[in-house]
């Protein structure tokens, strides 16, 4: 057996055993999560459900950590630590003031795109990185370092928030982002890509035997918003811009779902959507049950994965 599936076991054992007392211990310190008056009833009754539990991935950031310590690895950890810190703020606001907004998003954007600046500068500065964009293996342009700077500093942060807007439902972020870890696990050519990787698939299969319906605990921002950078940037260290569409569909469509809703509401005072982001209009409108939203999302992540895997097979 290889020392990555070492550390994806090592990872799922670990989050198996500790997550149970974080979440006893969180709820003991009534560290939970507020709900949105708007949302539907069936959301209400997890008011109460202790936030944040997404703190025992960092077992899994450890874990890879001390299988592998490179330069490589400790900006991946740092990466995922600096947009975990956002979500931590964000989930103590909450959980603190018992209120559903949190923090302000002016305040979590600032944060975020602060720490994509910095991280992306050492990346290039210290890592020798290319800045192209590969469109296949023999097809690729680069951009002004101001300009792309710009672009991807965009492109990460909203991919970021577009994967914290996913987790909405117990299960669902933990069911979809696997598939895309799978992918970078098997498609990278740094061994430090490929232990994050599998370490973080252990550390969800872990939490996901808590947070299935109906959830005992929620990652809350703390791990969506970790999971969101470090997913965005391992997609910038790939090279696989070109695939995001496939690759984080989901995610996509989650917070264009939101972003639609609000222009088109601005524009006529009507919702296109019943409530936004996507999974809560299937939830209303067709009468979907949970599981049933998480298993068909889960499904179309692994299949905008496995289309993903194909086009970098043959043409990257």
């Known amino acids: 057996m290889s020392q990555e599936f070492y ?14 007392i974080v979440i006893f211990l969180f709820k003991r310190l009534n560290f939970t999560q507020p709900i949105r008056k708007e949302l539907p009833s069936d959301q209400q009754r997890k008011k ?9 991935f960092y077992i899994g950031v450890l874990v890879a950590l001390y299988f592998k310590t490179s330069s490589l690895m400790l900006l991946l950890c740092t990466v995922f630590l600096l947009f975990g810190f956002v979500g931590f703020l964000d989930d103590f606001w909450k959980a603190a003031r018992k209120d559903p907004e949190g923090i302000s998003g002016k305040s979590k954007l600032f944060f975020q795109f602060l720490f994509t600046f910095v991280i992306l500068y050492l990346l290039i500065t210290y890592f020798d990185f290319n800045s192209a964009i590969i469109i296949t293996k023999d097809i690729s342009f680069s951009l002004p370092m101001a300009l ?14 577009a994967v914290n807007f996913t987790d909405g439902m117990d299960g669902l972020l933990a069911n979809v982002s696997i598939p895309t870890l799978t992918f970078f696990f ?13 370490a973080l698939i252990g550390c969800l299969l872990g939490f996901l035997l808590f947070n299935l319906y109906p959830a005992k605990g929620f990652m809350g921002d703390t791990g969506s918003l970790a999971l969101g950078g470090l997913l965005a940037f391992l997609s910038v260290i790939e090279h696989v811009e070109i695939l995001v569409p496939f690759l984080f569909i989901i995610y996509f469509a989650e917070i264009f779902s939101v972003i639609i809703q ?17 999974h809560y209009h299937f939830r209303k409108k067709y009468r979907w049950s949970e599981n049933k939203i998480v298993i068909i999302f889960g499904f179309i992540s ?10 970098w097979y043959k043409f990257m």
């Open 7 to 20: 550390v994806g076991i090592i990872s799922f054992l670990l989050v198996t055993l500790v997550t149970p």
């Open 48 to 56: 109460g459900t202790p936030l944040a539990i997404g703190i025992v």
């Open 148 to 161: 792309y700077l710009l672009i991807i500093t965009l492109f990460i942060v909203g991919s970021a928030n």
């Open 186 to 198: 098997l498609t990278s050519s740094y061994i430090e890509v490929k232990i994050i990787s599998i």
């Open 262 to 278: 609000v222009r088109y509401y601005k524009l006529t005072r009507k919702r296109l959507f019943i409530m936004a982001p996507i």
């Open 302 to 311: 692994w299949l905008g994965c496995v289309l993903s895997y194909l086009y």
